[in-house]
Every structure is written in structure tokens, then in C-alpha cells.
T-cell receptor, first 115, second 116 residues
Framework: SAVISQKPSRDICQRGTSLTIQCQVDSQVTMMFWYRQQPGQSLTLIATANQGSEATYESGFVIDKFPISRPNLTFSTLTVSNMSPEDSSIYLC????????????FGPGTRLTVL | AQKITQTQPGMFVQEKEAVTLDCTYDTSDQSYGLFWYKQPSSGEMIFLIYQGSYDEQNATEGRYSLNFQKARKSANLVISASQLGDSAMYFCAMREGAGANSKLTFGKGITLSVRP
């Protein structure tokens, strides 16, 4: 499976500010995925990021709130903009690896708390 | 209707015993894949095991096995010889179809606690 790193691992932010989360993969991948996991909840897909094209957002998520960059095949960023306490979550990036049926492998996550 | 249903409350198991975590799913696709992930308190999501809809045999990976009952649309995870390090959240997930439009849908998860 790919080795995926995320920065920062955790952060505490003030409402109204923005935070950019980085996701780095040790091999080239076509698609990268960003998920949100609110406290005590399951994972929800925010968007799929392909290199060289606009990210595809899921229902309920918009580019103004969660802008995504995908400058190359090993890196992506997710920005959480104009944060509110409701944005407190774990944010995870994932990629399809060499496992069966394009298994998704996840980064270690970014634990965000908004005060 | 929910695509993945995990209804068990927190589960407890004695160390070295086996435990079954339930998962039922809902799909009209013929081709789909079922996945189990483990999430320890650190937050990372660890892939455990995969079962394809066309696989005739139950998947196994070390101490993990998947009890796949297609007609009942269930894909229960069996953990044998539980260890203290197995204490975590466990998520069942499904991927329908294939290609760029194929997305991974997660259940709500089950908390497993292993008692010494």
C-alpha cells in the first residue's frame, strides 16, 4: 500500500480563520480523496481530486468552503475556510492503492478543533 | 435506505476469544466490493479485509475473516484470538460499480473493547 502523510496532525483554530491540510503520497496516484469524520460519526466523502482538473465535490460540500488543490500526482491540499465549531472533525485523505478492487488507503488524519 | 448498516452497540470480548462484528448492506448492483477498516483512537483508518461480490469463498487475512452471505446481504467480520490491540472502531464499507463514479460508502461503525 502507499505511504501517506498528512500535515498538520492536529490543530486548534479560532472561528473565522482558515486551515490548509496537506496530503503527501510516496507514489504517483490518479485520484486522491478527502473525507470528513465529525465526532462520533462515520466518514463522509468531501471531494475527489484529480491532477490537472477541478475537484469533484459531493452533495453538501462546496468549493468556496473546502477549496482543494492537486498540483501533481503525489500531493494535494484541502483548505477549511471561514471555520466554525461545526467544522471540528478529523479530516482524512486517501488514495487507491494496489490492493484488491482499488482499495483505498488512508493517511493518518488531521484532527481539527475550532473554538 | 442506508447502504451500510452496523447496528451493534459497543462490543466487548475477552482477550484470546473470537468476536463477530455485523454488517448488512443494500445495493441493486451485481458488482460491488465490501471492505472492513479499523480505526484506533489515533484516528488513522487501517484497511483489514476485502470481499468481492463475485468471490465464492469467504475472504481471510490472518486473524480476520469475512462471513459473506450474499443472499442475506451480510458481510460480518470475524476476529479470532482477540488481542488488546484490537480495541478500536470498526467500519464496514461498500463500493458499488467501478471506475471514477464508484465511491466508498461507510457504515456508522462499531466500537470493540477487548478485556484482559
Amino acid at each position: 500500500s502507499a505511504v501517506i502523510s498528512q500535515k498538520p496532525s492536529r490543530d486548534i483554530c479560532q472561528r473565522g480563520t482558515s486551515l490548509t491540510i496537506q496530503c503527501q503520497v510516496d507514489s504517483q496516484v490518479t485520484m486522491m480523496f478527502w473525507y470528513r469524520q465529525q465526532p462520533g460519526q462515520s466518514l463522509t466523502l468531501i471531494a475527489t481530486a484529480n491532477q490537472g482538473s477541478e475537484a469533484t465535490y459531493e452533495s453538501g460540500f462546496v468549493i468556496d468552503k473546502f477549496p482543494i488543490s492537486r498540483p501533481n500526482l503525489t500531493f494535494s491540499t484541502l483548505t477549511v475556510s471561514n471555520m466554525s465549531p461545526e467544522d471540528s472533525s478529523i479530516y482524512l485523505c486517501s488514495v487507491e492503492g494496489r490492493g484488491p478492487a482499488d482499495t483505498q488507503y488512508f493517511g493518518p488524519g488531521t484532527r481539527l478543533t475550532v473554538l | 435506505a442506508q447502504k451500510i448498516t452496523q447496528t451493534q452497540p459497543g462490543m466487548f470480548v475477552q482477550e484470546k476469544e473470537a468476536v463477530t462484528l455485523d454488517c448488512t448492506y443494500d445495493t441493486s448492483d451485481q458488482s460491488y466490493g465490501l471492505f472492513w477498516y479499523k480505526q484506533p483512537s489515533s484516528g488513522e483508518m487501517i484497511f483489514l479485509i476485502y470481499q468481492g461480490s463475485y468471490d465464492e469463498q469467504n475472504a481471510t487475512e490472518g486473524r480476520y475473516s469475512l462471513n459473506f452471505q450474499k443472499a442475506r446481504k451480510s458481510a460480518n467480520l470475524v476476529i479470532s484470538a482477540s488481542q488488546l490491540g484490537d480495541s478500536a472502531m470498526y467500519f464496514c464499507a461498500m463500493r458499488e460499480g467501478a471506475g471514477a463514479n464508484s465511491k466508498l460508502t461507510f457504515g456508522k461503525g462499531i466500537t470493540l473493547s477487548v478485556r484482559p
